[in-house]
Nanobody, 114 residues
């Protein structure tokens, strides 16, 4: 399984960005795709996740601002990030979990300027 993320960049406070992640390889019918983020010296934390059935889970800090969605046919997951804050600055990683295995994409930098 390979994951290719895109869509990071620099944005001002209050702005929006949309991250995309495309999965390839052997993808099972049940899986969970999500986004994590990491800042220097800190652990990688869950931002949002969505099951193949569409059940979502969000970190408290992004609820109401970020929306995760997916296209199962295209094997893609998206993260729409609105009302961005400087504290959202991080490297964002796409993740896929299936059959007790975790897969990671390369990180994409999101920087929110104040």
């Amino acid at each position: 399984v390979q994951l290719q993320a895109s869509g990071g960049g620099l944005v001002q406070t209050g702005g929006s960005l949309r991250l995309s992640c495309a999965a390839s390889g052997s993808i099972f019918s049940f899986n969970v795709m999500g986004w994590y983020r990491q800042t220097p010296g800190n652990e990688r934390d869950l931002v949002a996740a969505i099951t193949s059935g569409g059940i979502t889970n969000y970190a408290g800090s992004v609820k109401g601002r970020f929306i995760i969605s997916r296209d199962n046919a295209e094997k893609k997951v998206y993260l729409q990030m609105n009302s961005l804050k400087p504290e959202d600055t991080a490297v964002y990683y796409c993740n896929l979990w299936q059959s007790n295995s975790n897969y990671w994409g390369q990180g994409t930098q999101v920087t929110v300027s104040s």
